[in-house]
């Protein structure tokens, strides 16, 4: 999708897991936090979806705050929007067990990110793991949502709900679901590890020297992209001089989405220019725009109770939308009500 949406029902959720990081953040949540002025959005804390792995439950807990401070802080807004933890609102987990009935076992198996996250030894892996996209789109359709925000490594979910969607339809014979589109970003869709640029930045990668967090100091700002890996060539003046340089192309993909400038206009100022001088202007963007994100954050997270707060009136709305949706699908179903 290119031209901005308007006028939609949108969701998106996150992994309440960690803190969020720059691949969140340019991937996602700015696009969140852009498209609020003209549709109507609905951000989750997606906490069931964070038990497929494990998880401490009082780090659960706290991360589900932390989270809910950050984007906040980040400019998502809980008086005309909705955010709230997904485990809730009912609804989802109800719409998550007819999908796991639609779905077929083959649809399943052709997952990438179930393959990635399981690793070797598949059999080893939760149940919950497997059927995630399935909740997914539960997540989706149980508000007839149809603008999707997220990075690159959701698409083929995405893909999957409008699958479910229709199976769905063709099998009770109606068109009660909607098709679903994503709104992906161009350039940063999918944000390499600062210290290899064939992996994705992650939140799950043991060093957090590949990724920038939210929360970071500028110091550690500073430092991280200076030890960023590079190559030993001067940056070149054409967007092709960029081809086979992925770690050199991860930091100028960056620079651009943070200057608001195209990869040609970002090279043009830096072609011919060695990393250290282009390190310290991207360093200088960063701090700009994490800054008073971080500060912001630690504001918020002075007073818990007003974080719960926003959390119950955001699952109030949520269950307001969804539960009549919900309870439709039930009864398409055969459930008597
Ligand atoms: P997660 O942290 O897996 O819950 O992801 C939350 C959102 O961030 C999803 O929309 C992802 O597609 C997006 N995302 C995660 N990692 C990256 C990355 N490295 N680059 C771009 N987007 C990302
Ligand atoms: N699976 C998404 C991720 O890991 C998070 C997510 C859960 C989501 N439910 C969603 C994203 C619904 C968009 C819409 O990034």
Request: charged share 25%.
């Amino acid at each position: 999708m290119s031209v901005k949406p308007s006028g939609k029902r949108v969701f998106s959720g996150i992994q309440p897991t960690g803190i969020p990081h720059l691949g969140n953040y340019l991937g996602a949540i700015q696009n969140w936090v852009d498209i609020q002025q003209n549709n109507e959005c609905i951000y989750c804390l997606v906490d069931m979806h964070a038990l497929t792995v494990w998880q401490d439950p009082i780090a659960l807990k706290k991360q589900v705050l932390e989270q809910t401070a950050i984007l906040l802080a980040a400019g998502i807004d809980p008086q005309k929007h909705i955010l709230f933890n997904q485990s809730s609102v009912s609804a989802h987990a109800r719409l998550a067990w007819i999908f796991n009935c639609v779905t077929r076992i083959g649809w399943m198996n052709r997952m990438t990110q179930f393959k990635d996250k399981a690793g070797k030894n598949r059999e080893a892996n939760s149940v919950g793991l497997y059927v995630y996209p399935n909740l997914m789109a539960a997540d989706i359709l149980a508000y007839k949502a149809t603008c999707v925000p997220v990075g690159e490594d959701q698409r083929q979910h995405l893909e999957l709900t409008n699958d479910i969607a229709l199976k769905f339809n063709y099998d009770y014979e109606r068109d009660f679901f909607p098709q679903v589109e994503g709104l992906i970003p161009k350039i940063s869709a999918r944000v390499m590890n600062l210290r290899d640029g064939s992996k994705k930045m992650s939140k799950s990668d043991p060093s957090k020297q590949g990724r920038i967090e939210l929360l970071d100091e500028n110091d550690e700002i500073i430092n991280k992209i200076k030890r960023a890996k590079s190559d030993s060539e001067p940056l070149p003046s054409e967007k092709e001089g960029l081809v086979h340089r992925l770690e050199a192309l991860n930091l100028v993909s960056i620079y651009s989405v943070l200057a608001k400038q195209t990869i040609k206009q970002v090279l043009q100022d830096f072609g011919g220019k060695g990393f250290s001088v282009f390190k310290s202007a991207l360093s200088d963007l960063l701090i700009q725009e994490i800054a008073p994100i971080r500060q912001k954050t630690k504001e918020l997270l002075a007073d818990e109770n007003y974080l719960h707060n926003i959390l119950k009136q955001g699952s109030a709305k949520a269950s307001a939308i969804a539960e009549p949706i919900v309870s439709e699908a039930e009864y398409i179903v055969g459930f008597l009500k």
